[in-house]
């Protein structure tokens, strides 16, 4: 089973550098610090790193390391959530001796000597707990902070629980998972609560929304709009959901305006949307894709396209 190479690999090395995806969201920080917490937990002499830059907004799950070039050299390499070789963070990824890919999204980039990419599950964190339920026999320790971690990822890329990659076995993973003493309720606080700048826009964004007779709706947020919100880029991403269960929309997208390119983020119930993102630069899954354009025609463009899939979307 390629989980027992993984293991092997984990106790062979006494270095161990843990990466995971740019602009990480709780299942990256939760995959990469939980499996970093496994390790430490079962192996203390064992020097274990995340790395990556740091996202304010999940600094209560964890703080990143400060790793040296030179660490790289007889160390394992383990990358967390990550499609592409382009998004991991900290691209040092390749530098060391060994290098495996952990991962949820389809397999379009196999970089690493060991590739472990099961999209039939709900998050990557799911993935490390399969990992931690393989190694357990072979000496690996789950403790309550790595605990909280996984139950974080899952929580975070299943939406509470609500999306239709949320199986019997995320359930059972979950339910084991809260039986360690780690306090819930701030952990949901951390992941959900939400400024008042965000609510605020959340309301103009329900008030201002299109929706096309196909099912097809579109956001723009512009630079302008975003300015008088006193509201990020970055931190408009939280609001992307806010679509998702108004009746009768297949699909959707939002547009946000950022310094140098306007980013695109695409959510569906039903159509494919991550080949749409494909032709724009980007990727993802089939119902939560991002891509990115430099023009507003070329948003355009994406909407057309979206509104053709969700045209001949039947059901
Ligand atoms: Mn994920």
């Avoid at 749409?276 to 463009?301: C, F, R």
């Amino acid at each position: 089973m390629i989980t027992d190479n993984i293991i092997s690999a984990i106790k062979k090395y006494d270095t161990i550098i843990i990466h995971r995806h740019v602009r990480p969201d709780p299942d990256a920080y939760g995959s990469q610090a939980g499996l970093k917490e496994i390790i430490n937990a079962s192996f203390p002499n064992k020097q274990v790193f995340a790395v990556g830059e740091e996202e304010p907004s999940l600094n209560f799950l964890a703080k990143m390391d400060n790793v040296q070039d030179k660490m790289y050299q007889h160390a394992l390499v383990i990358v967390c959530d990550t499609a592409n070789a382009a998004r991991i963070a900290d691209q040092r990824y390749d530098r060391g001796a060994e290098l495996i890919k952990i991962d949820h999204h389809p397999n379009v980039d196999q970089y690493g000597d060991t590739v472990w990419v099961d999209t039939a599950v709900s998050s990557t964190c799911e993935l490390i707990y399969d990992l931690y339920l393989d190694a357990k026999d072979h000496g690996f320790r789950l403790n309550a902070k790595a605990a909280m971690l996984l139950y974080a990822g899952i929580v975070g890329d299943t939406g509470r629980f609500l999306f239709p990659s949320t199986s019997k076995k995320t359930f059972q993973h979950a339910a084991e998972l809260v039986t360690y003493n780690f306090d819930r309720s701030r952990l949901y606080e951390g992941i959900y609560n939400i400024q008042d700048n965000i609510a605020r826009l959340r309301g103009y964004i329900l008030q201002h929304f299109k929706l096309a007779e196909s099912g097809m709706s579109s956001v723009r947020l512009t630079r302008q709009e975003l300015k008088e919100f006193h509201v990020s880029p970055a931190d408009s991403g939280q609001l992307i959901g806010v679509l998702g269960d108004i009746e009768g929309i297949k699909a959707w997208v939002f547009f946000i305006e950022e310094d140098d390119q306007i980013r695109v983020r695409l959510r569906s119930k039903g159509p494919v949307v991550n080949d749409i993102a494909a032709k724009y630069n980007g990727g993802g899954h089939p119902m939560a894709a991002g891509a990115s354009v430099n023009t507003w025609e070329e948003a355009d463009m994406v909407v057309d396209d979206l509104e053709k899939i969700c045209v001949t979307y039947s059901k």
